[in-house]
């Protein structure tokens, strides 16, 4: 069964330092998402991406992030400049339509 | 703003022993409810979408309904392995394609 992947599971940064998360969504799909959880906290909305450009953000998705499709399969989520309040687990999902989503994994950031 | 409360937060079944959990949802406009499983340090792994009152879907020992305005994951029966934190999330009217989450229910099935 097809399912979104995730890399790195773990990545450890200094503050200050810049990061780029991956992720390579479900081949069919056309709806891409990141989401980030605060240790023990909800799940929470940053990004959608349809058609190379983004289509929905939330507030905490600011200056510091940003998104790319660099190739036919690849998604990543790059922040600029990491706080310490950016540590958390970060989840990329897919959809085909505006409709379900599936969710990677996740990457556990740390920011030290 | 769309709102989501599950409740309980934690509940502890004793296995085969049956229950419900609680999504409670305020939304401009209802396009989706979605059930999701996350195990400790995972994604959620899907479950059931619901679109309108009155829907039902059930999967294995779980169901879930949908009224205008709370969902409920239905457990029968409970094993160990149905243990993990069950996630509610809608879709509104009012965006475009974000999910909105709850706080979740952590279920603990014990033999």
């Known amino acids: 069964e097809p399912e979104v992947t995730q890399t790195p599971s773990h990545q450890v940064t200094q503050m200050g330092q810049e990061v780029i998360l991956r992720c390579v969504p479900i081949s069919n799909h056309l709806y891409f998402y990141w989401y980030r959880q605060i240790l023990g906290q909800k799940v929470e909305f940053l990004v959608s991406?349809?058609?190379?450009?983004?289509?929905?953000k939330s507030e905490i998705f600011d200056d510091q992030f940003s998104v790319e499709r660099p190739d036919g399969s690849n998604f990543t989520l790059k922040i600029r400049s990491t706080k310490l309040e950016d540590s958390a687990m970060y989840f990329c999902a897919s959809s085909v339509l505006r409709d379900t989503q599936y969710f990677g994994p996740g990457t556990r950031l740390t920011v030290l | 703003e769309d709102q989501v409360t599950q409740s309980p937060e934690a509940l502890r079944l004793q296995e085969g022993e049956s229950s419900s959990l609680n999504c409670s949802y305020t939304v401009s406009g209802l396009r989706g409810l979605f059930w999701y499983r996350q195990d400790p340090g995972k994604g959620p792994e899907f479950l059931f979408t619901l679109y309108s009152a009155g829907e039902e879907k059930e999967k294995e020992r779980l169901k879930a309904t949908l009224t205008k305005k709370e969902s409920f994951l239905h457990i029968t029966a409970p094993k160990p392995e149905d243990s993990a934190t069950y996630l509610c999330a809608v879709r509104s009217t009012g965006t475009a394609s974000k999910l909105t989450f709850g706080t979740g229910t952590r279920l603990q099935v014990t033999l």
């Open positions: 991406f349809y058609n190379n450009e983004i289509s929905e």
